[in-house]
């Protein structure tokens, strides 16, 4: 990397640890500054303004996501077993971000009602992830691993669902064994949507023993 893309990556980093911590709110040339020991203006030459900084960071959050989440899980094979990395991988992430947050959590509350770039893009990066996992489902009906009346946009919303539960639980409220109890709900979905009981163990151990169900 030539020396002017290795200091927009080191201002890059530091941003999305800002953001992570502070908001994409939170997040401005000046603060980003005073944390790496540039000029504002240094800092501005990078990224022209706010608004294109905070982009940055969403495009940032998102490849380190798809690194961690996405790519991993689809080295499993299709069906079950990729739809169940896919949502342990995204739980693992979410537990690592108890103590900084979830910019694509966060972000969503943020930018919900406030029209724009900004959240044109954190919600194209969200809308990505989703249809990513919507596909894993549908090619789970595919392979027979679901039932052929598994409807994906609804298992999703109940996916989705767990996750925002996690988050919330465990950093908000600081709940001990809220990863536990996501993985237990997602043992429950796999085994009301599988094509069979013995799909749904097969795919589910040993995340979460049968007790989990009652």
């Not at 504002?40 to 960071?57: C, D, M, P, T, Y």
């Not at 694509?104 to 943020?110: H, K, P, Q, R, T």
């Not at 893009?121 to 598994?150: F, N």
Request: net charge neutral.
């Amino acid at each position: 990397m030539q020396k002017g893309q290795q200091t927009r990556a080191a201002i890059l980093d530091a941003a999305l640890g800002l953001a992570s911590n502070m908001g994409l709110e939170g997040l401005s040339i000046g603060a980003l500054a005073e944390v790496t020991g540039m000029s504002k203006s240094g800092v501005f030459a990078h990224f022209g303004s706010r608004e294109e900084l905070q982009i940055s960071v969403i495009k940032e959050y998102h490849a380190k996501f798809e690194e961690e989440v996405f790519f991993p899980a689809i080295r499993e094979a299709r069906g079950l077993p990729r739809v169940r990395a896919l949502f342990e991988n995204w739980v693992k992430r979410v537990a690592v971000e108890i103590d900084s947050g979830c910019i694509y959590i966060s972000g969503a509350v943020e930018f919900d009602d406030r029209p724009g770039p900004v959240r044109d893009a954190l919600a194209g990066m969200v809308k990505a992830w989703q249809a990513a996992m919507e596909r894993a489902i549908r090619l789970a009906v595919e392979s027979g691993h679901l039932r052929p009346d598994t409807d994906p946009s609804q298992m999703l919303f109940e996916v989705h669902g767990l996750i925002l539960a996690l988050h919330h639980d465990a950093r908000f409220l600081r709940h001990p064994g809220a990863v536990e109890r996501a993985r237990a709900g997602f043992a429950r979905i796999v085994r009301d949507y599988a094509a069979s009981p013995e799909l749904a163990e097969a795919t589910l151990s040993p995340l979460a023993p049968r007790a989990a169900h009652r």
